[in-house]
């Protein structure tokens, strides 16, 4: 079966980096887009940013563009997240997802505080 497992949350001061990793399995990784979202404490889930199969093209929200580089490793089926310049205002759960289906990972929580 489809499992999408996140790690690499944490706690991080502003300004800070933080690199997300999505390890995927249940299958063949490298024949779909893949996407990261979010969720802040009493917001929606919000769309963040998406690869396509073979990384050729990105695609990132207004908000995280600039600060935020989404990759894949098709040979370890894993899609990544690194985030720099990190704001307060991107706290939140971090999912990873295959919108190919509508998988879901559990999520990972990033906190960006003094």
């Known amino acids: 079966q489809v499992q999408l497992v996140e790690s690499g949350g944490g706690l991080v001061q502003p300004g800070g980096s933080l690199r997300l990793s999505c390890a995927a399995s249940g299958f063949t990784f490298s024949n779909f887009a893949m996407n990261w979202h979010r969720q802040a404490p009493g917001k929606e889930r919000e769309w963040v940013a998406s690869?396509?199969?073979?990384?050729?093209?990105?695609n990132y929200a207004a908000s995280v563009k600039g600060r935020f580089t989404i990759s894949r490793d098709n040979a370890k089926n894993a899609v990544y997240l690194q985030m720099n310049s990190l704001k307060s205002e991107d706290t939140a759960v971090y999912y990873c997802n295959r919108p190919n289906g509508g998988y879901w990972g559990q999520g990972t929580q990033v906190t960006v505080s003094s």
């Open positions: 690869i396509t199969p073979y990384g050729i093209s990105t």
